[in-house]
């Protein structure tokens, strides 16, 4: 899986380790010298992650307008490339990740690496599966409706029943995934429905290796897209 990164920074010598760094993390590196054609090219187009240089003079105005840019929201990590005196010039950023120049090798690798675990981790959070199997709906108090599945994701799920689901309260389904050895159990509750027999479904209680066995299962669903 290949993700995006811009660069915007005017020191070159810098700029070619991070290239290096992030193009052997799989992530394609957009260079930008330019904080207006950066935060253009951010506000019309996904990208995954930011590395911001301090030492551009207007890097702190270029960060209070990247936040006010309403349709841009990076969700996504943003790594400053400063050295010790000018990362207070930004101390009123909240920032995850932050590099020191002269960037080392390894530290740059540390931190890269650390920022794209966690996009990863944010899309396969969000990620829906499509899929159609089974799924058994328990109401509190006894009553058990047949339903199969639409869509799945760490949270959740859309099924779609004829049978009336009257719940207000707690939920159990159950359903087996594909390949898997044996059902995953979950409490639930119902998030929207419609009229035509399709229910969002939010998780509320999975047990913790049932949860990680369908983290694995939809993180293999993702990767072989």
């Avoid at 394609?28 to 187009?45: M, N, P």
């Avoid at 369908?214 to 897209?225: D, M, P």
Wanted: charge should be neutral; aromatic fraction near 4%; proline fraction near 4%.
């Amino acid at each position: 899986m290949t993700l995006s990164s811009m660069v915007l920074s005017r020191d070159w010598q810098e700029i070619s380790v991070l290239e290096c760094i992030l193009r052997s993390l799989q992530m394609d590196v957009t260079v930008e010298s330019d904080s207006k054609r950066a935060l253009g090219r951010l506000t019309r187009s996904k990208i995954d992650a930011l590395v911001l240089d301090c030492d551009l003079t207007d890097s702190a105005p270029f960060l209070r307008e990247l936040q006010r840019a309403e349709r841009h929201a990076l969700a996504a990590p943003l790594v400053l490339l400063c050295r010790a005196d000018s990362a207070a010039r930004l101390e009123t950023v909240e920032v995850p990740f932050a590099i020191e120049k002269p960037v080392s090798v390894e530290e740059a690798v540390h931190i890269l690496s650390a920022a794209r675990n966690l996009i990863v981790d944010k899309r396969l959070h969000y990620h829906r599966a499509g899929l159609e199997v089974p799924v058994s709906v328990k109401c509190k108090g006894g009553s058990q409706a047949a339903a199969h599945l639409v869509n799945l994701s760490e949270g959740g799920m859309r099924i779609h029943t004829d049978d009336p689901v009257e719940a207000t309260d707690l939920l159990y389904v159950s359903f087996t995934l594909p390949g898997a050895k044996s059902l995953l159990k979950a409490q639930a509750e119902i998030a929207w429905r419609d009229q035509s027999g399709n229910l969002g479904i939010r998780f509320v209680k999975l047990p913790p290796r049932q949860q990680r066995t369908l983290q694995l299962w939809l993180a293999r669903q993702y990767f072989s897209n």
